[in-house]
Structure formats: structure tokens, C-alpha cells
């Protein structure tokens, strides 16, 4: 079917408008970030800087500089705390999503942990940091690593569940049947074929591990375990504001998640897809 | 009951919460036999196949396989291979991966797997296949494969699953062959489900014939084809089927009386010299007749003693190339008469019709069990 000259216009203006409303902020923390400082102070806004200026990522790099030093050590954390509760999460979330799809694992206990995340972190605070107080684990990577890890599970057991339930039946059933264990079946059988699917399940996660603000807000105090959300508050908190440092390290924070996503984009779209789509 | 069955199924029972699936399935299978499972969709004959598999449990009975109680076992403790309708090949192993997936399983030395896999892969005619994987196959290429994984381990028993359904007409019947010839090589015990009546009388040194969960008659083609125990049997087995018709029947002293109404009042009358008068209730009594089409023919193919003629009313002719099907009216059914292919016969026409007695059987009207 043609469109006509109307219906394509109406159909660009609206792809315009959604790009506008999702990458705008993104762009403009872009150009925030590499404004002069007294372009973005002004009233009203100079909305193109009237000069490039990209001192902030140069400090940002520099562990010499006290910025550098801060950015840094939270960029090392994220990643250790995010891919550490990724990993965690994947290696319990497979076996355990395997028996509730196929060793009849009682549905029961799988909404039970689902329930865990309906509940507020808020409500988990309390407990949480008096334990960890007593066992002296505050302000420390691993804390992170187990709260995340915990936090994640039970919607990774549920994703790598539905993508399991769609896998063909008949393939392990022929594997057990040339007498392969469970494991050798899982691994050899299943994993290849839930590829996709584990690959989607690891980039949310860490997506979702790499974004937590409050629980590292409250369990860690100092550069050797402060996360990158809790770090860019910190930017944002000091006596004298420099939006242009904040958005910088935005800039910057947004990086290694959006190079995971490009690095998996084939599987993750295949992953995305499978559970509605059989076969 | 053989001497030693490789496979022995006793009061098998199996139940899904109240509704009871199989009932009371007593089977005893010789080593090298080809017994094929038939029966229509829902009759329980995959069910009981994934029982003997081990993938399904069972409610009660036992399982005997090559002498061993396996009622219980695991599906990979039984030494059994099997050949899904859904060929259930390894997607992202190579073809030659598949095959050797059980003696990989079994850590067989690497030169010995390749060497039996590359056996297997001959006598399947799929050597040049070995590297590709399941996706770049056709459909009959991977039920070869599916196939080879099965024989390369040289299991006590083989189960087949509807294997040739998901195949297109033409192949599905050249399989069929291939399948026939494995077992003839190889002499290996088969187990295979099927819906295909045909499938079953060609491939099947015994077939079970199935309904409701209840095994109808165990018996070879011959048997199942010529002497059907019930009604259901004779009607499902047989393309086109045996023909069923109400008659009377009276029993005399040089044999017994039959007579079949025809359309407009008229009844078609003959007497029956083979069968025992004995089997039939005393006194003129309604039963079913049944006689396979080719029992019902023009003259030019009809021979022997037992013949009779009487003349019928061609109600459809159906002309397909070997022979000539016709319709008649016969005992309250379409009784479909095989006549040879050049027969001078129109749709209308009164023509005579030889009925071979020698090959008749008699079901109750009721109950439909053989008399």
C-alpha cells in the first residue's frame, strides 16, 4: 500500500516528536557538558554555547585532580558492584528459572520472590543496614554486590523462565533421552539456545544494578565503595554548582552501559522478541 | 507370550488426575520385531509410547525391557533411543555433533565415535552432510539425522514417533521404504506410533491397533486386515475401509442365508458355504457384514468357489487409475465396490457384482465385536 504525501508528513512529524522527546535531554546534557560555565547561567539560556569547552572531561580522566580522583574510583565501583551482582544473578537465576520451567519447581516459591521486589526498599533499609552494621560490612563493594544480587534474582529468574518455557521441549527430552545429566544438558543443550535471552537478561540487570541510587546512597560513605549515581549527587551537592562538571560526568556514566548495549544489540533484540514470537 | 520379549508392558495403567488414558495395556514384543502403534488422534498411542520412553510416568503395571524391570527407570537408563515427530535435533551442533551426542554423552574415545557415526551416516546416505548444521537441512535430511542419532548407539530398543508426519506426500512415502529397509539391515526392535493406517500395514511386522486408551486387536497386517475383531478395526484399518452393512442372517443347513437390503425394497440374497454357521446366533438374526472392497468387484477379476453374483445399482464411479471405485447402496451404507479399471460401468447402471464370501466377516450390531 502507498502513502500518500499527507500520511508520510504526519508519519515523519510524529518519529520527529518522539525523537525529540526521548533524545533531547540526553542531547542537551551533551552540550551542557562542553558549554562555558557563563553560558549556562545566563537568562535567558544560550542554548548553543558560544564556545567549546572540554577542560571538565579532561579533569574528569585525571586521577591527579580531585574530580578526576572521585569520578574515577565511583566508575570502578559501578562496575565491580553492577557486573559483580550481574554475574551472581545470571549464575543462580539459570539453574533456578531451568527447574521452575521444567522440574515442575512450585510456582509458589517463584512469586514468592517476586513478592520481594513489590516491596519498597525503603521498608528493607532498616534491617538491612543494621545487619550489615554488625557484621562490619558498611561501606564496602561486596555489601553492594549481595543487596543487588538479591534485588536482581527474582526478575532474572522470571525473564530467563518465560524464555526457557518457549524453547522447544523435545530437544532435551532427546538429550535425556542419549542419557545426558541435567547439567550436561544445561550446558550443552539449553544455554545455546537461551543465548539471546541470557545476553537480554545480564543488560537489564546491570542495567538496573548500574542506575540503584538508594541503597548506595545509605550503605556506602566514601570513595572506596561509592557508586557513580551516588557520586554525581555528590557534584551536585558541593557549595558552588557547576552544572557543566555534573553533566559531564552524566556524559560519562551513560558510556559503559550504552557500549555494553551496542556490544549485545543483536542478542538483545532476538531476546526481546522470542518470548512472543515461537520457535 | 514369547520367550524372552525385549519388551513386556503389563496392566499398564495411566490416569491424568480422574481421566484415565490408558487401561489395562498388555503388550509382550519379540527382539527384531516392527510393531507400529495405529489408532486416531487421542487414542492414547503417543501417550503410551512416551510411557515406554520413561518420559511420561506410569500410574500403575511394569515395563520390561530386554529383561530388566524398567517401570521406573530413567528415561537414559533403559537403553532406548528414540525419533521425535519434531526431529528434536541440536540446533547449534553440526550434524555430525548430533549424531555422536549419546556417545559423547558416554565419553567414547574420539576415533571409535567417528568412526561409528561415519558407519551410520552411510548407511542413512548422509555422509556429505556431516558438517552442516540442522538449518541448513531439509526436512527429510533431518529426519535422516534424527534417525542416525537414534542407530548409532545400537540400543536394545528404538521408538518412533509419527516420524514421517511432518514430511510432504512424496518423501514421506520413499522414508517409509528407508525406514522398512533399516529395520531389514539392522534387524532392530522397533516401536512406532502412527495415525497413517497405511504406514502401519507396510512398515509393521505386528500392529496394535488402538481406541480410547484401550488396545482394540494385536495381530499382524494379515490378521488385523483379514480379521478384524471388532468393527472399529475393520472400519479404521483398510483405504478405503471394509465395508459395513446391515443384513440378515439365517443360519441353514448348507451354510448361511444372508440378505442385504438395496435401495427401493429390493434386498441382494446369498449364502455363505465357508463360514462355521456356529458363530452366528441361532435363528434369523440382524448383523454386520462386513467385506473389504476388492471382495466386491466386477466379474472379470472374480474367481474361486465362493463367489456370487448379484446385481447393484452404481450410485458414483470414482475412476482412479489402477482401479475403478464405485458406490452402492448396500445394508444402510456406501459400500464402495473395487472394480478393474477398464470395466465398461456408468454411474446409474445396474451391474452385477461378485461378492467373495470366502473373505467375510460378521460383527455384532451392537456391540460391533466379531461373531
Known sequence: ?279 | MPENPILCIDKLQKTYGDAPILKDIAISMDPGEFLVLVGPSGCGKSTLLNCISGLTDISSGSITIAGRDRTHAEPADRDIAMVFQSYALFPNMSVERNIGFGLEVRKVPEPEKKSKVADVAKLLKIEHLLQRKPAELSGGQRQRVAMGRALVRDPELFLFDEPLSNLDAKLRVSMRTEIKRIHQTTGASIVYVTHDQIEAMTLATRIVVMKDGVIQQIGTPNEIYNRPVNAFVADFMGAPSMNLMKGTATRQADGIRLEIPAPQGSTIELTDHDTDPDRLPAGPAEVLIGLRPEAMTDRARADGRSVQVADCVLDVVEPAGADTYAVVHLGGTEAIVRLSADAPVAAGQMTPIAFDLSRISYFDVSSGTRL
Open chain 1, 1 to 279: 500500500m502507498r502513502r500518500s504525501l499527507l500520511q508520510s508528513a504526519l508519519v515523519y512529524l510524529c518519529a520527529l516528536v518522539l525523537a525529540v522527546f526521548t533524545a533531547g535531554p540526553l542531547l542537551w546534557l551533551a552540550v551542557m557538558s562542553v558549554s562555558m560555565p557563563t553560558d549556562l547561567t545566563e537568562v535567558p539560556l544560550h542554548w548553543i554555547p558560544s564556545d567549546l569547552d572540554f577542560s571538565r572531561y579532561g579533569a574528569l580522566l585525571d586521577v591527579a585532580d580531585g574530580s578526576g580522583r572521585r569520578f574515577l574510583s565511583a566508575l570502578r565501583n559501578s562496575i565491580l558492584t553492577a557486573g559483580g551482582a550481574t554475574a551472581i544473578a545470571l549464575l543462580v537465576a539459570i539453574p533456578a528459572a531451568y527447574s521452575f520451567s521444567r522440574r515442575k519447581a512450585s510456582m509458589v516459591l517463584l512469586f514468592a520472590f517476586l513478592a520481594t521486589i513489590m516491596m519498597p526498599p525503603i521498608t528493607y533499609i532498616l534491617p538491612l543496614y543494621s545487619a550489615f552494621s554488625s557484621l562490619g560490612l558498611l561501606n564496602k563493594t561486596i555489601t553492594l554486590v549481595i543487596v543487588y544480587a538479591a534485588m536482581l534474582l527474582p526478575f532474572a529468574i522470571w525473564l530467563m523462565k518465560a524464555n526457557i518455557d518457549v524453547l522447544p521441549v523435545e530437544v532435551e527430552q532427546a538429550a535425556l533421552m542419549e542419557g545426558a545429566s541435567t547439567a550436561f544438558t544445561l550446558r550443552k543443550v539449553v544455554l545455546p539456545l537461551a543465548l539471546p535471552a541470557i545476553a537480554a537478561t545480564a543488560m537489564l540487570s546491570f542495567l538496573v544494578a548500574w542506575d540503584e541510587f538508594f541503597y548506595a546512597l545509605i550503605f556506602t560513605n566514601d570513595l572506596s565503595a561509592k557508586t557513580l549515581p551516588v557520586a554525581i549527587a555528590d557534584f551536585a551537592a558541593g557549595r558552588v554548582t557547576d552544572y557543566g562538571v555534573i553533566a559531564s560526568v552524566g556524559v560519562m556514566a551513560t558510556l559503559p552501559p550504552a557500549i555494553l548495549a551496542i556490544a549485545f544489540q543483536k542478542f538483545i533484540v532476538s531476546g526481546l522478541v522470542a518470548g512472543s514470537v515461537k520457535g
